[in-house]
C-alpha cells in the first residue's frame, strides 16, 4: 500500500467524498438491472405481453417494441431506485461530514490519500437501531486504486476505532449486488448475519435484499 495515508475528513475534501460515493454506488446499476432481468416477475410480464400482442396484433415489430419499452422502463426504476438512495445520502450525513460524524461522540470519518489526492472513504457512528455497536459507512475506493488493500486499510481503521472505544463489535449493511464488498468484508472477518428486502414497493418486488454483517471484536481481544 505504497504511498496511502489515512487521515481524518477536512472541509476541502467535501466535494471528492461526494463524488466518490456517488459513483461508488453507481457502478452497481448494471448488476442490478442483470437482477431485475432474472426475476421470475419480469420473465411473466415480457412473456404475457409479447404473446399477449402476437397474438391480438396482426404485427411483429408491436410485440418486439412493447418488450424494448418495458425493459427500458425497468432500467429507469433502477436507476431511479438508485438515485432516490444516493440523493437521501447526499441531502443527510454526506451534506455535512463535520457535523454528522466530526462533532459527534463515537463517529468519524476518514479519507484514504494517495500523492495528495483523496482516493478512498469510510465512516462509523453508533447504529441507529443497535447503539451497542459501531456501524462501518460509506466505504468507496476510487476505480483507479482498487485492489492495493485501500479498503482492508480502512476497514481496519474503523475496527480499532470501535476497539478504542470498548465497543464489541461493527455492523454494517451492504446490498445483495455489491459483490466486491461483500467478499471485502468476509475477507477482513465479517460475518453475514441477516438478508433482507428493502420496504419500498419496487425493492420487494424485485426481490433486492439488502445485508448485514457482523464483526466480532471481542472475539480477537
Ligand atoms: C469494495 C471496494 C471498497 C474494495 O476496495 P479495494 O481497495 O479495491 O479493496 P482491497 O484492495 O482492500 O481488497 C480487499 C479484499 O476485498 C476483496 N475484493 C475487493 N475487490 C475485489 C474484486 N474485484 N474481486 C474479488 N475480490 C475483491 C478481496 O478479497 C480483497 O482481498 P485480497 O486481495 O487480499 O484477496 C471497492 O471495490 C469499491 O469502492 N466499490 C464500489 C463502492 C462500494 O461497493 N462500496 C461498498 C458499499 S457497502
Given at each position: 500500500m505504497a504511498n496511502i495515508q489515512i487521515r481524518k475528513y477536512q472541509e476541502e475534501d467535501s466535494e471528492t467524498v461526494k463524488e466518490l460515493f456517488t459513483s461508488g454506488m453507481n457502478e452497481h446499476l448494471p448488476s442490478a438491472f442483470v437482477h431485475l432481468l432474472k426475476q421470475p416477475l419480469t420473465h411473466m410480464l415480457l412473456m404475457c405481453t409479447f404473446c399477449s400482442l402476437v397474438a391480438t396484433s396482426k404485427s411483429f415489430l408491436l410485440p418486439v417494441l412493447a418488450v424494448a419499452l418495458l425493459l427500458a422502463a425497468g432500467r429507469q426504476a433502477v436507476v431511479h431506485m438508485f438515485n432516490a438512495y444516493i440523493g437521501a445520502s447526499l441531502k443527510s450525513d454526506l451534506d455535512d461530514v463535520v457535523e454528522s460524524?466530526?462533532?459527534?461522540?463515537d463517529s468519524c470519518f476518514w479519507v484514504a490519500e494517495s500523492d495528495g489526492r483523496v482516493v478512498g472513504t469510510v465512516a462509523c457512528l453508533p447504529?441507529?437501531?443497535?447503539?451497542?455497536f459501531l456501524e462501518l459507512k460509506r466505504m468507496s475506493v476510487c476505480r483507479s486504486h482498487r485492489g492495493k488493500g485501500i479498503a482492508k486499510a480502512l476497514c481496519r481503521t474503523v475496527a480499532d476505532f470501535a476497539r478504542d472505544r470498548g465497543y464489541p463489535a461493527v455492523i454494517l449493511y451492504t446490498s445483495m449486488v455489491a459483490t466486491d464488498a461483500q467478499r471485502l468484508y468476509e475477507r477482513v472477518g465479517y460475518k453475514k448475519i441477516r438478508q433482507f428486502p428493502l420496504p419500498d414497493f419496487f425493492p420487494k418486488i424485485i426481490n433486492f435484499t439488502l445485508i448485514e454483517y457482523k464483526l466480532d471484536l471481542e472475539r480477537d481481544k
Open positions: 460524524y466530526l462533532r459527534r461522540r447504529a441507529e437501531n443497535a447503539p451497542e
